[in-house]
T-cell receptor, first 114, second 108 residues
Framework: EPEVTQTPSHQVTQMGQEVILRCVPI?????FYWYRQILGQKVEFLVS????????KSEIFDDQFSVERPDGSNFTLKIRSTKLEDSAMYFC????????????FGNGTRLTVT | LAKTTQPISMDSYEGQEVNITCSHN???????ITWYQQFPSQGPRFIIQ???TKVTNEVASLFIPADRKSSTLSLPRVSLSDTAVYYC?????????FGTGTRLLVSP
């Protein structure tokens, strides 16, 4: 069964550094998402992306965050200047037809900001 | 924004049927209801999705009454490996928001 893959599985960075989290969505999917989950808390929506532009974003997704689909297969989340509170598990997801079809999630990147 | 409410936790024993009910009073006409399962340190995993009445797949059933203001996920004969957090979500444009979910603990 096709999967969403995320790299790296664990990223450690220093406060103020830029990080790029990478995702390869399922190949025929058109909708892409980033979520995050701080340890012990609920899964939080960050952003959705369709047709090369952001569809929706949450208040968490401020100017420090950006997303890009640089080629036909990758979907990236960039955090420009990381803060301690950005430490979390970041999940990428994709779907065939938006939120009224199943979202397929990757296994996440654990980001640790020191 | 369609908001969902679920029990925070449930306990069950192996072999029992588990029913988790979710309320979504302000569900929109076009919204589907989707349930996900999450194990620790893993991404949420799709279980089942429905619009109305009943949907069944190889792992679960989903019951949705006519007014669609609630739904019930039914897990037949749970095993220890079904211990997880279960989320009920209702579509809202392209912003699918997770609630706190229901933590299901299955004991021997």
């Amino acid at each position: 069964e096709p999967e969403v893959t995320q790299t790296p599985s664990h990223q450690v960075t220093q406060m103020g550094q830029e990080v790029i989290l990478r995702c390869v969505p399922i190949s025929n999917h058109l909708y892409f998402y980033w979520y995050r989950q701080i340890l012990g808390q609920k899964v939080e929506f960050l952003v959705s992306f369709y047709n090369n532009e952001i569809s929706e974003k949450s208040e968490i997704f401020d100017d420090q965050f950006s997303v890009e689909r640089p080629d036909g297969s990758n979907f990236t989340l960039k955090i420009r200047s990381t803060k301690l509170e950005d430490s979390a598990m970041y999940f990428c997801a994709s779907s065939e037809a938006g939120v009224n079809s199943p979202l397929h999630f990757g296994n996440g990147t654990r980001l640790t900001v020191t | 924004l369609a908001k969902t409410t679920q029990p925070i936790s449930m306990d069950s024993y192996e072999g029992q049927e588990v029913n988790i009910t979710c309320s979504h009073n302000n569900i929109a006409t076009n919204d589907y209801i989707t349930w996900y399962q999450q194990f620790p340190s893993q991404g949420p995993r799709f279980i089942i999705q429905g619009y109305k009445t009943k949907v069944t797949n190889e792992v679960a059933s989903l019951f949705i009454p006519a007014d669609r203001k609630s739904s019930t996920l039914s897990l037949p004969r749970v095993s220890l490996s079904d211990t997880a957090v279960y989320y009920c979500l209702v579509g809202d444009k392209e912003k699918l928001v997770f609630g706190t979910g229901t933590r299901l603990l299955v004991s021997p």
